[in-house]
């Protein structure tokens, strides 16, 4: 049975803290793969100064490129509309019947975990892995494996703001990936 990671999120823009955190998910759990899969239409959050989901698809793919243990999952983006991840795991599971999902979640979703759709079918589904954040205090009643990782206070929210007011975003994002943001002129940036 394969072991899958599947760290979801809007990826609005993908930074080195997402990286980091699957990269130490897939160790510490010895997982196959980890899969960046980033929502449609993220259903906890609003987007705004947001790039369109193909775009964050895009910016995923090529923050794991070169990674052979990273890729990307496009379940979400190409089926569309509001992403609950219960109907996402459900359509990975009949496509994956033989795969072992690990859900990888922040310290800032650990919190939020009891308003998720269906969650209690979905913990019979997958298995959580919790990943603390600064600021966040990262308790569940619901059952959660938690991986220590390197502590990194970065949001794709600070990522915005510097390139809207256009300062470094040096070693905080993949270059491809700021190479992209350039030229397509996402958050601002020139």
Known sequence: MRKIGILGGTFNPPHIGHLIMASEVREALELDEVRLMPTAIPPHKQLSDTATP?????????????NEYLSTCDEEVHFG????TFNTMQRLLAKEPD???????GGDMIDS?????KIDELVKMVHFV????PGTVSITDYPIRYIDSPL?????TLLRAKYAQHKTTAYLVPKSVDRYIRQEGLYGAW
């Open 54 to 66: 193909i775009q964050r698809l895009e910016m995923a793919t090529l923050a794991v490129t070169g």
């Open 81 to 84: 509309g509001v992403s609950y």
């Open 99 to 105: 795969t072992m999902f690990y859900f990888i979640i």
């Open 113 to 117: 975990l009891h308003t998720w759709y």
């Open 130 to 133: 919790g990943v603390r954040r």
């Open 152 to 156: 990194i206070d970065m949001s794709s």
